[in-house]
C-alpha cells in the first residue's frame, strides 16, 4: 500500500501541482518557506484527514480561497488502488472514499496509514495526552480490525452518558448507560494493553540501535485510578460526575509514557535523545505494522538533516527500506540525503509552491 498519485489544489502556497510517485523513496528538495513541509503536510491529511502542523482545520487553505482540495490513488496491491478525496471549507469539510461519501473519519483508517517526523509534529512526549490517546487510537484501528467498532461503541455511550449528566438526570437515567459503558470500556482496554505488549520488544530493539545501553519501558495508564476498577470508580463517584457533568474516568483519559532507565524521557533526556526515542518509537510502530501483516503506508521526514545527525538518519533510511514502505524526505539539496540504496526514487523540486519532477 502507498500514494500513487496525489493532485493538490489550493493548499498552503500550493496552486495545483498532479504529482506520481515512487513506492520507494521520494525526495524533496527545495528552499526554505518554498512548500515543502505544504506538501508532506497535504499527504498527511490525506491519510489522516488533520494537519501535523496546526489545530485550525481551515488554516492550510491558500490565502484568498474558499477551499482547498486533495485528490490521492492509493495502491491496494496486486494492480488495484482506489481514490481517496478530500475538500475542506472554513465551514466543513467532505471526504470521499473509493468514490462514495463517508460519515466517520475512523472509516478512512487503515485505508492509507502514514507516520510523520517533523520538527512542526506533537510528539508521544511533547504533545498532552490527548495526542497520546489520539495516536493510540490511530494505530489501533490499522493493526486491530475489531478495535474502531468497539472505540465507536464506546465513544457513543460516553457521549449519552454525559448527556444524562449534564442534565442532572435521575440516577437511574444516568446507570442505564454504564453496563455498556463498561463492556465497550474493558475491551478498549485489553486492546490497548495486548497492543503495548506486542510493540515493546519492537520499541526495545530500536531503543537499542539507536541509544545503545538504554533501557526502555511503556508506561500505561487506563484513564482510571490503579487501585480500582473501573465499574467501582463509576459507581462510587457518580454525585461528582453529576456536579461536573461529565464522566471522570475511563479509557477516554487514557495516557502513556515512556521510561528510558527508568526515568522519564521528557524529563531526564537530552533534546537528541528524546528524537532518538521518538524516532525508536514510530519505527516499532511501523514494525509492528509489518508483524501483523498491515498493509504499509507511507513514512513522511521533514528536514531530517537538520534535526537529526547523519548517524541517525542514516540509521532510519536503513529501516524503512528494509520494511519495503514508502518514504517522502524532504530537504533543502539533494547531498543531505543518501539515496544510493533504493532502487527506486523519484526527485521532486519545489518553488514557491510549485512542484515539479526532477529529471
Avoid at 496546526?54 to 488554516?59: F, L, M
Avoid at 520499541?203 to 487501585?227: C, F, H, T
Wanted: contains cysteine; aromatic residues 8%.
Amino acid at each position: 500500500m502507498g500514494l500513487l498519485s496525489l493532485e493538490v489544489t489550493d493548499f498552503r502556497n500550493i496552486q495545483h501541482s498532479t504529482l506520481d510517485f515512487s513506492p520507494g523513496l521520494n525526495l524533496v528538495t527545495g528552499k526554505n518557506a518554498a512548500g515543502k513541509t505544504s506538501l508532506l503536510e497535504a499527504i498527511y491529511c490525506l491519510g489522516r484527514v488533520r494537519s501535523f502542523r496546526t489545530s485550525v482545520s481551515g488554516q492550510p487553505i491558500r490565502y484568498g480561497q474558499a477551499a482547498y482540495r486533495l485528490v490521492g490513488r492509493v495502491s491496494q496491491g496486486e494492480g488495484r488502488s482506489i481514490p481517496i478525496g478530500i475538500e475542506r471549507q472554513t465551514a466543513g469539510l467532505s471526504v470521499h472514499l473509493d468514490g462514495q461519501p463517508i460519515k466517520r473519519l475512523s472509516e478512512l483508517a487503515g485505508q492509507f496509514p502514514v507516520q510523520v517526523l517533523s520538527a512542526d509534529t506533537p510528539t508521544i512526549l511533547n504533545g498532552g495526552p490527548r495526542y497520546r490517546r489520539q495516536a493510540l487510537d490511530w494505530a489501533l484501528f490499522h493493526v486491530e480490525h475489531g478495535y474502531r467498532e468497539v472505540w465507536q461503541r464506546y465513544t457513543r455511550t460516553l457521549r449519552q452518558r454525559n448527556a444524562a449528566l449534564r442534565t442532572q438526570q435521575a440516577t437511574a437515567g444516568i446507570r442505564a448507560w454504564d453496563a455498556e459503558l463498561l463492556d465497550a470500556a474493558q475491551q478498549m482496554h485489553r486492546y490497548r494493553v495486548t497492543y503495548f505488549s506486542s510493540l515493546e520488544p519492537h520499541l526495545v530493539d530500536e531503543i537499542e540501535s539507536l541509544l545503545p545501553g538504554a533501557e526502555v519501558k511503556v508506561r500505561y495508564q487506563p484513564g482510571w485510578p490503579a487501585n480500582a476498577g473501573l465499574s467501582e470508580v463509576l459507581e462510587t463517584g457518580l454525585e461528582k460526575d453529576r456536579a461536573r457533568g461529565y464522566t471522570r474516568f475511563g479509557p477516554h483519559r487514557a495516557d502513556f509514557s515512556l521510561l528510558v532507565d527508568e526515568h522519564s524521557v521528557a524529563a531526564h533526556c537530552s533534546r537528541g535523545q528524546q528524537k532518538a526515542v521518538t524516532v525508536g518509537f514510530l519505527l516499532a510502530q511501523v514494525k509492528l505494522q509489518r508483524e501483523k501483516a498491515v498493509p504499509m503506508g507511507a513514512f513522511l521526514l521533514d528536514d531530517i538533516s537538520s534535526e537529526l545527525d547523519a548517524g541517525h538518519r542514516a540509521r532510519i533510511l536503513h529501516a524503512l527500506r528494509e520494511l519495503d514502505t514508502q518514504v517522502f524526505v524532504t530537504a533543502i539539496n539533494d547531498a543531505a540525503i543518501d539515496a544510493d540504496d533504493w532502487a527506486d526514487t523519484r526527485r521532486f523540486h519545489v518553488e514557491h509552491g510549485d512542484i515539479r519532477e526532477a529529471q
